[in-house]
């Protein structure tokens, strides 16, 4: 039967008011006279942080025939926006009113509390729809890989960043924050996050989104020393100026900076491009000037100090002498090869250890397979993909940072995911894309849920979540008190 002749009878079922699925029915007369007809397209997305969002806003904004369905692991959505931008950064939080508007859009639902890979495999949602995106962000974190890394006192910085921002599986992180000095390894704005986090009075604290039992620990915490360690120079750290210029300003804190680690910068400065010449002058101004009278005092007051440690390298996370927990760090002594961004790390052979109570490597979060039928690059820990076509599955594509590798800001993530929306677009009007055929969507999906025992939280379940959120967070004048565990989630939902 051709592709014409089902959708002719599938009018005739839809019109008689039998028909099982759910969809728009788009017929007429083309311009040359032909008659076209076609259900709308549906799409569904995997996935509901700001690729998720921005693939399916794309979407629903250039076509006025596609349907978008998203779904999330957990009951609420906008995935990093909510579990990794820093309590203290909630302007960065705006982009929520946008993608609201997009799950408000008639064309777009979400099912929460759906883990796919686990509750719906993948090929059942390629069964169910005309495609499918992947969107579903990089979950995982790149290990240090050095001995003594398991050690109690080591966390990784995506756990820790879940932590104070109210992550369900990493509510029971509970850092020990009783040492004086704690390393973070990498230099990235994540570790610039956590830093500051670290070092932040808790007065600025209290008036943000940060979690009630994380703002209790950093009310107790006598970390007062903070390292963040980069194995390159300070002409290659990963962060950016607005984060630096936040540590030098952070109220009760003081910089330590190495004057050696600057030898020749000053030199090589007028060379470099726009935003990392500004970003290497602060640096630079912030290790080896003298301040002025008003920063003089402000520094004299100081209790609590933060630095930067250029080209080193963890070796070993040193134990105490019970081998219980971490005592020290061993850093080996690098130099540089080449120059600019590509300039790599290399040994010089040295060591040396610094005494810390605190580790959390900050060195990137990585990608996992959700689905063993879903192409898979374990070394790049990305789906690979052309332009956000998944390689050989037709029907199947990628955004964000799953597409990418985990870098780039939430603008960043936009353009991908831009990208992608466009790609799959081209590929319906080439054909390549085959949506001539009606599609059951989350119907038959909501069916297999169902059987399954899985109850999906929809956009609205979710406004009732950020309700009681938002009053809990006004009783302590705070934007929100974040609900921490999945059950209590659920439960508010279903009410
Ligand atoms: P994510 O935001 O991670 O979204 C992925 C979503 O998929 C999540 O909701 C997740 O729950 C869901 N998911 C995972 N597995 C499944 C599954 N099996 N089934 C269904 N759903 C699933 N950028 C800025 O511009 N400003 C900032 O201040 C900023 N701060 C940041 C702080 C941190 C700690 C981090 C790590 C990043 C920060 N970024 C910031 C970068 C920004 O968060 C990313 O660019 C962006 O979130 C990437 O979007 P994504 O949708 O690819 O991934
Ligand atoms: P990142 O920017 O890629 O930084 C990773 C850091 O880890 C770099 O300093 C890197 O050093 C180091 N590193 C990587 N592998 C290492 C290894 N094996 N040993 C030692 N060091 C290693 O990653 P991120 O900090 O996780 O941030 C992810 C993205 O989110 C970035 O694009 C960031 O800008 C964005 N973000 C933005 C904000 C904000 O806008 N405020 C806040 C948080 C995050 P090398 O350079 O030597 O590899």
Redesign the pocket.
Known sequence: MSGHKLLLSELKLWTSGRSRWRGRLHAGFSGRGKFFSSYSPKVCIVGSGPAGFYTAQHLIKTRQDVQVDIYERLPVPFGLVRF???PD?PE?KNVINTFTQTAKNSRCSFYGNVNVGKDVSVSELQQSYHAVVLSYGAEGN?S??VPGENLAGVYS?KDFVGWYNGLPSCRELSPDLSCETAVI?????????VARILLSPVDILQKTDITQPALEALAESLVRRVLIV???GPM?????V??VREMVNLPRTKPEMMAADFEGVKEAIKDLPRSRKRLTELMLKTALEMPGEVEQGRRSQASRIWGFRFFR??VEVLADPDHNRVAGIRLAVNKLEGSGDGAR?VLTGEVEDVTCGLVIS????KSLPIDPLVPFDSRKAIVPNSIGRVEQATGLYCSGWLKTG????IA?TMNNSFDTARTLMEDMDSGALDVSAAKPGSQSISALLEKKGVKAVTFSDWEKIDNVEMSRGEASGKPREKLLTVEEMLQVARK
């Open positions: 990794g931008v820093a950064h960065v790149r240090i890989g910085a390894l990498g230099q990235g704005n994540v570790a610039l996050d980069g194995r390159r290659q750290v990963a962060c950016t607005k984060e390298s963890p790390a900050s060195i990137g979060y985990p870098t780039g800001v960043t």
